[in-house]
């Protein structure tokens, strides 16, 4: 199993940076994909970013393309969300997921393609 931990979340104002960490332990030596998701109050789960086994691969929901960046760094088993101009509509608890993968996986975009989740990290943007 992948153990997954977020944290650098926070309140800031609209037009603000965040930077979302993301920490993978446990089985980490097979490939895996990853990806973060938001769930807003009375909302479901949705996808935001993903990326795959070698960093390469990467997709994002429209609604944060060009303001979101995601990336890994394999060495360390870390994955980050670099959140720019963020709106009040941002704001949510973000996930951080996996699932184990060939090492050139288009990674999914899908909650339910996920098997290991984080307990997620609270993201509030002031208008």
């Known amino acids: 199993q992948v153990h997954m931990v977020e944290s650098g979340g926070g309140l800031v104002e609209a037009g603000g940076s965040l930077k979302l960490p993301c920490a993978a332990s446990?089985?980490?030596?097979?490939?895996?994909?990853m990806g973060w998701f938001r769930q807003a109050p009375g909302k479901e789960r949705e996808f935001v970013a993903a990326?795959?086994?070698?960093?390469?691969?990467?997709d994002y929901a429209d609604s944060v393309k060009a303001r979101f960046t995601i990336s890994r760094n394999k060495g360390e088993n870390v994955m980050y969300l670099e959140m720019n101009d963020l709106k009040p509509e941002d704001t949510a608890v973000y996930y951080c997921a996996a699932r184990y993968s060939y090492y050139n996986s288009r990674p999914s975009t899908s909650v339910k393609d996920y098997a290991f989740w984080g307990q997620g990290t609270q993201v509030a943007v002031a208008s």
């Open positions: 990326v795959g086994w070698s960093g390469g691969i990467t």
């Open positions: 446990g089985r980490t030596d097979t490939a895996y994909y």
